[in-house]
């Protein structure tokens, strides 16, 4: 480790080009999201039922979830990405 301030800032610019290919080698894992939703459903305001409190005061009669898992894949982005790990290799080396 050098104390030159441009020696630095040069092994700050190579770490960040590292760090570039680092992330590009990750990029086309697929990712997974998880989505949930909770929904009621009902006629509306319940007139007759002035003191109660709840959802049973807004008429929700019906209730019901719902859970999903989303895959995506990038498939055709592997030529994207081979062009920027290539860039990023040049600035490292440069």
Not at 68 to 74: A, D, I, L, S, W
């Amino acid at each position: 480790m050098t104390t030159h301030p441009a020696a630095q800032v040069e092994e700050a610019r190579i770490g960040e080009a590292k760090a570039q290919i680092h992330a590009l080698d990750r990029a086309y894992y697929p990712k997974f999201y998880f989505q949930s939703a909770v929904f009621g459903r009902g006629s509306g305001f319940a007139t007759g039922a002035a003191s109660s409190v709840g959802p049973k005061r807004l008429g929700l009669d019906r209730s019901n979830w719902a859970v999903g898992v989303t895959v995506t894949f990038p498939l055709f982005d592997i030529f994207g990405i081979r062009s920027r790990k290539a860039i990023e290799s040049a600035n490292e080396t440069c």
